[in-house]
């Protein structure tokens, strides 16, 4: 017991190591470019993009604020973390797309609940035996026959039937072998049995498949028996999305205000811009009131000259007359100016009031609805929810954060995926349960990390069970299911499953033994060295963040390749790479082919989940030092394995490994890494595949490109859609042969890729910059409204063939690059870094001014003078004023290289 009292001490003392080191986390940032992915009553999930050192975890509160002149707030709740994309539950809708958001959180929020819950917590006979690893009568009889489901394995029956008899059960299998099923049936069975059940799994997707599992045998104990949470939130349907609660509805009234307030806010520009012309309307009305008193001023004094006696006429003179009478047409010249003046500006106050999503009048009855609260979850209606149910089914994160009445009420208590679970959590979990408590874990699985990382965090919070029972040469021996006691351990060994040439790699590599033809999968080896790559270092001079620009390349090739194997998404496809400034300098390549919504993970981070393609970039060459990540003499062998297992298994299909062969063979010598490589290259599939697959993604029809890009796998399965890709593919090799290169069609449609391209680049350029920011800690250098979304969205389809489209485009661009940007404020804690000598932006602003002269009813003069400096930058362009569409097209080409210039350019200077 004394041990007991010392793990005790220990692991309270560590979870407060790990709460002070996630307090030098951000905890405050600016969230942009949101999209709304799931809707349900008055509550939605958006999805955001965050930099990789923000620190989220589900169930997470995050205190949320809209607006500057009007400021909204309310709370959110993370529903989930997916690498760098971060899941927000809203209470209200806030329509499809979220510009911007300000956000505060406590990155500590879920730990701290963890010590919480330890401050309290009292070891029981099942977490002794745990603790002390001993399972001296583990016998816990059933009282009742199994119950099985038909499709099931001869090691899944055997496993629930032993489990069933146990007071501890450990049912150990590798990915795909049955776990969660029999964690379902092992649900199923505690019903029968009416027993109280706490299932807990690692994500909503788990729970999600669990479900799934207990409708084939039993749907009715869904609706009966079963209570679930995911995300902090109650599920409306438990086999559907588990993001919703049951909350109370806002009211109607509520609802509009709440509309029409968010309608004002997101319109606050356009606000401000009648504001403007609202007090230059009335500066305008004061100067011509002003103009006319001086008028009648003169006129009375003229009148009164024409008037006097004889001697005062003489005595003034013929002069005084004239002067009077230029002065009254110097005035009157004016006074017409400003009623012109007065009549351009009355139109675009009216024009602009008209577009107002609320007028004026109302603006500020519907201002009000920003003190609004939301109804929140009642405790007491939680405890009355899952009391009134046999079995509460929620999530590892959600669980630490419930009330403590739920910690007293479980006789059987099911742990999926607790391979993923720190000492912490693993002996919090299992303390709930009364009577039982089935474990169920791949031990070849990834072990948890933490932020800390002193010895007492590499002794609690980086080891599971199974290294903590191991106990010792834990780095150099993998953990073995026959290490446990038979009496406790159950083992699935799915039948019929012909294992993937991934694993089989993997233990080649491990075993030093040959790889057997006709296993499931293809693995492409992109060879890099003849390339002779180089890695420069990333972001400040604090952190070595490497990252390679050839590497990057032949990701977006891989994903190229990917999107036109079969069905394959977007999101079916994962790019993981070792810790490094890798993932977010190839978010920047990514964006600039529209490829955004591929998920980017570093190797060690893999969150569980299967993807159809996983390219692995190994962006190491021209670094000097091996990466502790790949290098199993400075982390060992098992960690080093347990990682590749965890990627390898992640695959379902095809995978990409984009590596420096040469590069591992000299600085990776002896390291299983390079052992890895050897085994695979013998196997690999012909990487001309993969060339063949670019040119011809290149050379699709933009339409049918956009297509394969955004398709979903459904859309993929439709024979129009195989027809189309076919048609193409023919019809290309058919116009390589007859179609003349220097046709002006064929002129025509490169510069309208090149167009396309090159905007595409200069946004994914703005992107960027705004997340090494925030990655620095310094606010967005670039704001996000309405309208930087919508032009965003426009411009890359946006042709410039005549002077009105580059009247338009360069409109836009100077809204996005120069009036949005914080570059020029000398208060950004980055402006030093971020200044750039660029003519650029002084170019936008005197196209903007020429082309809109007459908002701001610039004089003749100054409208000759900014015609000479617009004449001057097209000569700078293509050395004349465009005049054909051609022209146009190459001006403006010229204009997005120089503008993706000067963006890499602040790029370079805030990241070095």
Request: charged content about 25%; glycine content about 4%.
């Amino acid at each position: 017991m004394d041990s007991i009292n010392q793990h005790l001490s220990e692991i309270r003392s560590v979870i407060t190591e790990e709460i002070n080191a996630l307090a030098s986390l951000p905890r405050e940032a600016i969230l942009s470019n949101g999209k709304r992915i799931a809707v349900r009553g008055d509550a939605c999930v958006y999805r955001f993009e965050i930099p990789e050192n923000y620190h989220f975890v589900p169930s997470t509160t995050v205190r949320c604020t809209i607006g500057t002149a009007v400021r909204f707030s309310f709370v959110a709740i993370v529903a989930d973390v997916q690498s760098q994309f971060l899941f927000l539950r809203f209470p209200f809708n806030l329509n499809e797309f979220v510009s911007e958001i300000e956000c505060k959180w406590n990155p500590a929020e879920s730990v701290e609940q963890l010590n919480k819950q330890w401050s309290t917590f009292s070891s029981t006979e099942i977490v002794n035996n745990l603790f002390e690893r001993t399972f001296e009568g583990n016998q816990f009889p059933s009282k009742k026959e199994p119950i099985f489901a038909s499709t099931f394995s001869s090691s899944q029956q055997e496993s629930i039937k032993q489990s069933l008899n146990r007071k501890i059960s450990f049912i150990i299998g590798e990915r795909k072998s049955g776990k969660t099923g029999v964690g379902a049936l092992l649900l199923l069975n505690g019903i029968r049995e009416k027993k109280r059940i706490l299932y807990l799994s690692s994500s909503a997707e788990s729970l999600r498949n669990c479900l799934k599992e207990v409708a084939e045998v039993n749907p009715n104990a869904i609706e009966d028996s079963i209570a679930v949470m995911s995300g902090g939130l109650f599920s409306g349907s438990a086999v559907s999305i588990d993001y919703f609660p049951k909350t109370p509805p806002i009211t109607d009234e509520t609802h509009i205000g709440l509309t029409k307030l968010l309608s004002i806010i997101a319109a606050e520009s356009e606000y401000a811009e009648v504001q403007i012309l609202h007090d230059k309307l009335t500066e305008k009305q004061r100067l011509i009131e002003k103009a006319n008193e001086e008028l009648k001023y003169i006129k009375d004094e003229l009148n009164r000259l024409q008037n006097a006696s004889m001697i005062e006429r003489l005595r003034t003179g013929k002069k005084a007359v004239e002067e009077l009478q230029s002065k009254i047409r110097n005035k009157q010249t004016l006074l017409e100016r400003l009623q012109h003046d007065e009549s351009i500006l009355n139109k675009n106050h009216w024009k602009k009031r008209e577009l107002l999503p609320v007028p004026l009048k109302d603006k500020k009855i519907f201002e009000r609805f920003a003190s609004t609260q939301f109804p929140q979850e009642d405790i007491k209606k939680i405890e009355e929810i899952i009391l009134s149910k046999q079995c509460f089914i929620t999530t590892f994160h959600n669980i630490i954060t419930m009330p403590k009445f739920v910690y007293s009420s479980f006789d059987i208590v099911c742990i999926d995926d607790a391979h993923s679970l720190s000492l912490p959590e693993f002996f919090l979990f299992a303390s709930l349960a009364k009577e039982r408590c089935f474990i169920l874990a791949n031990v070849t699985e990834q072990p948890p990390q933490s932020i800390s990382q002193f010895d007492a965090a590499r002794k609690w919070l980086h080891k599971n069970y199974f290294t903590y029972y191991q106990n010792e040469d834990v780095d150099q021996y993998r953990f073995m299911v026959n290490l446990l006691p038979l009496s406790v351990v159950s083992e699935l060994h799915p039948d019929n499953s012909t294992p993937t040439i991934f694993t089989a790699s993997l233990t080649a590599a491990l075993e030093n033994s040959d790889i057997q033809q006709g296993k499931k999968g293809r693995i492409f080896l992109i060879n890099t060295e003849d390339q002779h790559a180089v890695s420069p270092q990333y972001v400040g001079k604090k952190k070595i963040l490497p990252f390679n620009e050839v590497s990057a390349k032949r990701v977006v090739d891989c994903i190229k390749h990917a999107l036109l194997s079969g069905t394959i998404t977007l999101t079916d496809i994962l790019i993981v790479t070792p810790p490094s400034g890798q993932p977010l300098f190839l978010r920047e390549h990514l964006k600039a082919h529209q490829f955004g919504e591929v998920e980017i993970a570093s190797l060690g981070s893999i969150r569980l989940c299967s993807k159809r393609a996983v390219i692995f970039d190994l962006t190491v060459a021209g670094i000097d030092f091996t990466l502790r990540s790949l290098d199993d003499k400075k982390v060992g062998l098992v960690q080093i394995a347990d990682m590749f297992n965890t990627l390898f298994s992640t695959v379902t299909d095809d995978l990409y490994i984009v590596a420096d062969v040469a590069h591992f063979k000299n600085k990776y010598k002896g390291r299983f890494v390079s052992a890895l490589l050897e085994k695979i290259v013998p196997i690999r599939e012909n990487e001309a595949a993969i060339v063949s697959a670019v040119r011809r993604f290149d050379d699709l029809p933009h339409g049918l490109r956009q297509k394969v890009i955004f398709s979903s796998e459904r859309e993929k399965k439709q024979s129009e859609y195989t027809l189309a890709l076919e048609q193409s593919k023919q019809s290309t090799l058919d116009s390589s042969k007859n179609a003349p290169v220097n046709s002006i069609a064929a002129t025509d449609k490169k510069l309208k890729a090149e167009i396309r391209l090159a905007a595409l680049r200069v946004l994914a350029h703005r992107d960027m910059i705004n997340l090494i920011t925030q990655y620095l800690g310094a606010l967005p250098l670039y704001k996000t409204t309405v309208e930087t979304q919508k032009y965003s969205s426009i411009l890359p389809e946006h042709d410039c063939q005549n002077e009105n489209d580059f009247k338009i485009v360069m409109d836009m661009w100077n809204l996005l690059i120069y009036e949005t940007s914080d570059v020029r404020k000398i208060e950004h804690p980055l402006f030093q870094k971020a200044r750039v000598d660029s003519k650029l932006p002084i170019d936008l602003q005197q196209i903007h001014s020429f082309y809109h002269s007459d908002l701001e009813m610039v004089v003749e003069e100054g409208k000759h003078r900014l015609a000479q400096s617009i004449q001057k930058i097209f000569n700078d362009c293509i050395g004349k004023k465009p005049v054909t569409p051609v022209d146009w097209m190459n001006a403006y080409i010229v204009f997005l290289n120089r503008m993706e210039k000067y963006l890499d350019n602040i790029i370079n200077q805030i990241r070095a």
